[in-house]
């Protein structure tokens, strides 16, 4: 196949400038391009499902309660932020007190630009639970509010 001598804006012009052999050929490299583009550029939400699975699971652990940020949701436990959700995937802090239990844990980002942070499994409850309550008391309470006064 050969390309023209000119430059390219994206990927995707590139595509449509080559040199096809048949028309299967471009539509399977479309095809192949657009798979691309949602892999790297798509994040699928948290279902209410998944959520609902985590509180219930942490249930014992006291008051849980969840927010939801952007496509994304927040879970607290006794007013303490333990888990990020993305994806399906429960994120917690990095934090040293729990690092020999999370050895062989997965690592990742819960979305771009954020620190590096622990996937919990929630395949073994009783541990998923352990790991939030020491989590719970090593993490500070949220500072308080000021109200506004005028």
């Known amino acids: 196949?050969?390309?023209?001598?000119?430059?390219?804006?994206?990927?995707?012009?590139?595509?449509?400038?080559?040199?096809?052999?048949?028309?299967?050929?471009?539509?399977?490299?479309?095809?192949?391009?657009?798979l691309l583009i949602i892999r790297t550029f798509a994040r699928l939400a948290c279902t209410t499902e998944y959520i609902d699975f985590i509180c219930e699971v942490l249930a014992p652990l006291g008051?849980?309660?969840?927010?939801?940020?952007?496509?994304?949701?927040?879970?607290?436990?006794?007013?303490?932020?333990?888990?990020?959700?993305?994806?399906?995937?429960?994120?917690?802090?990095?934090?040293?007190?729990?690092?020999?239990?999370?050895?062989?844990?997965?690592?990742?980002?819960?979305?771009?630009?954020?620190?590096?942070s622990y996937i919990l499994d929630f395949s073994d409850q009783h541990k998923a639970r352990k790991i939030i309550s020491i989590l719970w008391e090593s993490l500070p309470l949220p500072k308080k509010r000021r109200a506004n006064v005028f």
């Open 63 to 116: 008051e849980v309660r969840f927010r939801k940020m952007m496509s994304d949701y927040v879970i607290y436990v006794n007013d303490k932020c333990v888990i990020t959700a993305c994806d399906n995937n429960a994120f917690i802090k990095k934090i040293d007190c729990i690092a020999p239990l999370m050895a062989d844990a997965e690592t990742g980002c819960p979305y771009e630009g954020a620190k590096e």
């Open 1 to 34: 196949m050969r390309f023209r001598a000119m430059r390219f804006r994206s990927e995707a012009e590139k595509v449509t400038a080559m040199r096809f052999r048949s028309e299967a050929e471009k539509e399977s490299l479309f095809f192949l391009d657009t």
